[in-house]
DNA sequence: ATAAACTTTAGAGTATACTCTAAGTCAAGA
DNA sequence: TCTTGACTTAGAGTATACTCTAAAGTTTAT
C-alpha cells in the first residue's frame, strides 16, 4: 500500500512543500517514485516521517535527524551509533521536563502575585507581603 | 546598584549583542542610560531578563514577550490581562511537557529496540518478538 | 477528450532569532 | 596626552525551517 505525498501531508498535520522540503535535505532517503516521478510513500516511509516528527518535537534540528537517518539507511553495523542517539536524545528531553518544571513554578508564582495584586489593590505586593518577595527571589535568582 | 550590558550578559549568559538587541525589539523597556549614553541595568531590569528568559525557554516568541511587558510598563489596569497570558502559559507548558513525555516513550522503545537487535544478531526484531511490532505500532500510529 | 486536481522541479521569499561589522564615543590608566 | 577597552548606533549577514511561485507534466472524473 502506497500514499502520495498530500494523503502523507493529511496523516501528519503537515504541508506537501514541507514533506519536498524534508526529501531534499535527506530525511526520506527511502521514498520511492512511481514511473511517471511521483513520490510513493510506503508505510516504512510513514514510521519514517512519524520519527522526524517525535525527534522534532524533542528539540533536534532537521541536520541531526538527517544525521541519525543516513546512519539507519546504512544497515546493522550503525546500531551502536544509533543507540547512543537515542541515549542522548533521552537524557535531553530528562532535561528539557526538568528546565519546563522549574519554568512552570515561576509562571505558577507570577500568577499568584497577579491573584494577590488584584486582591490588595493598588498598594505594592511585596511591602504587604514580604513573604512574597523572598519567594520571587529564590525562584528568579 | 547598576550593571553594563556586559555584566548582565555574562550573569545570564547571553552576549552583549543579544541584550541590545532585545532592547531594540523592546523587550526591555525600562532600561536607563547614563548621561554618555551606556545602559544602565537597575535590579529591576535584571527581574526583566530573568522573565525574558523564563518565557523564552516555555516557548513564546520574542514578539509575544514584548507584548507581556508593554502590558507590565501599562501598570496595574493590565493586570487581568497579563494574568490571563501567565495562565495560558501555564497551560501551554503543561501540554508540552506531555507531549515531551509521550515522545520520551517513543525514544526508550528506540533504545530497547536497538539492544534487542544487538542481542538477535543480525535477525529481525519483530519476526522474533512480535510483540515489540505491537508496542511500536501503539506508540507510533 | 478534456477539464480539474494533483504532482514535479528549481529557485525565490519569509519569519525568527540572533550575530557581527563598521565607524564612532567615552572614561580610565600609563 | 595617548592608548586601551568598553560602549554606542545602524545596518548587514547567518542559520534554521519553512512556504510559496512558476512552468511543466500526470492523474482522475465526467
Same mark, same amino acid.
Given at each position: 500500500?502506497?500514499?502520495?505525498?498530500?494523503?502523507?501531508?493529511?496523516?501528519?498535520?503537515?504541508?506537501?512543500?514541507?514533506?519536498?522540503?524534508?526529501?531534499?535535505?535527506?530525511?526520506?532517503?527511502?521514498?520511492?517514485?512511481?514511473?511517471?516521478?511521483?513520490?510513493?510513500?510506503?508505510?516504512?516511509?510513514?514510521?519514517?516521517?512519524?520519527?522526524?516528527?517525535?525527534?522534532?518535537?524533542?528539540?533536534?534540528?532537521?541536520?541531526?535527524?538527517?544525521?541519525?537517518?543516513?546512519?539507519?539507511?546504512?544497515?546493522?553495523?550503525?546500531?551502536?551509533?544509533?543507540?547512543?542517539?537515542?541515549?542522548? =536524545?533521552?537524557?535531553?528531553?530528562?532535561?528539557?521536563?526538568?528546565?519546563?518544571?522549574?519554568?512552570?513554578?515561576?509562571?505558577?508564582?507570577?500568577?499568584?502575585?497577579? =491573584?494577590?495584586?488584584?486582591?490588595?489593590?493598588?498598594?505594592?505586593?511585596?511591602?504587604?507581603?514580604? =513573604?512574597?518577595?523572598?519567594?520571587?527571589?529564590?525562584?528568579?535568582?
Amino acid at each position: 500500500m502506497f500514499y502520495s505525498i498530500s494523503q502523507v501531508a493529511k496523516k501528519f498535520n503537515l504541508t506537501a512543500y514541507t514533506l519536498r522540503y524534508y526529501d531534499k535535505l535527506g530525511l526520506l532517503p527511502t521514498v520511492g517514485k512511481s514511473s511517471s516521478g511521483l513520490r510513493r510513500f510506503s508505510e516504512n516511509d510513514l514510521n519514517c516521517v512519524a520519527m522526524i516528527e517525535c525527534l522534532k518535537e524533542t528539540g533536534l534540528t532537521l541536520k541531526e535527524i538527517r544525521d541519525y537517518f543516513v546512519l539507519a539507511v546504512k544497515g546493522d553495523e550503525t546500531i551502536d551509533m544509533r543507540m547512543q542517539m537515542m541515549i542522548n =536524545q533521552k537524557k535531553r528531553i530528562e532535561d528539557e521536563i526538568k528546565s519546563l518544571r522549574r519554568n512552570l513554578k515561576k509562571i505558577e508564582f507570577k500568577i499568584k502575585y497577579y =491573584q494577590t495584586a488584584k486582591d490588595v489593590g493598588e498598594a505594592n505586593v511585596y511591602s504587604e507581603y514580604p =513573604q512574597m518577595l523572598a519567594e520571587h527571589d529564590k525562584l528568579f535568582k
